[in-house]
């Protein structure tokens, strides 16, 4: 069983920033890629950004250079930072791991106000 916690979530103004973490515990020995996709109430799931076992990164076009994707092995972790957030950036965030199987978190809202 393999367990995703994602926290980091919140309300926030916009212009400013925040750090969505997703810890990954249970029986996953390592992360392979890990992702965070995004659902905004009425629209589909889309990918946000994803990093690669080696490092490399890829971005939705609606966020680059405004958000960075990192792992930290050791700790089974995926961050998403967060800056110079827009209203439209308000959504449910999920954390998506790819090790044997994939797993999805559970989402963490993220509220942008204008």
């Known amino acids: 069983q393999v367990q995703l916690v994602e926290s980091g979530g919140g309300l926030v103004q916009a212009g400013g920033s925040l750090r969505l973490s997703c810890v990954a515990s249970?029986?996953?020995?390592?992360?392979?890629?890990g992702a965070w996709y995004r659902q905004a109430p009425g629209k589909q799931r889309e990918l946000v950004a994803r990093i690669s076992s080696g490092g490399s990164t890829n971005y939705a076009d609606s966020v680059k250079g405004r958000f960075t994707i990192s792992r930290d092995n050791a700790k089974k972790t995926v961050y998403l930072q967060m800056n110079s957030l827009k209203p439209e950036d308000t959504a449910v965030y999920y954390c998506?791991?790819?090790?044997?199987?994939?797993?999805w978190g559970q989402g963490t809202q993220v509220t942008v106000s204008s």
């Open positions: 249970g029986s996953i020995f390592r992360i392979n890629v």
């Open positions: 998506n791991v790819v090790a044997l199987y994939a797993y």
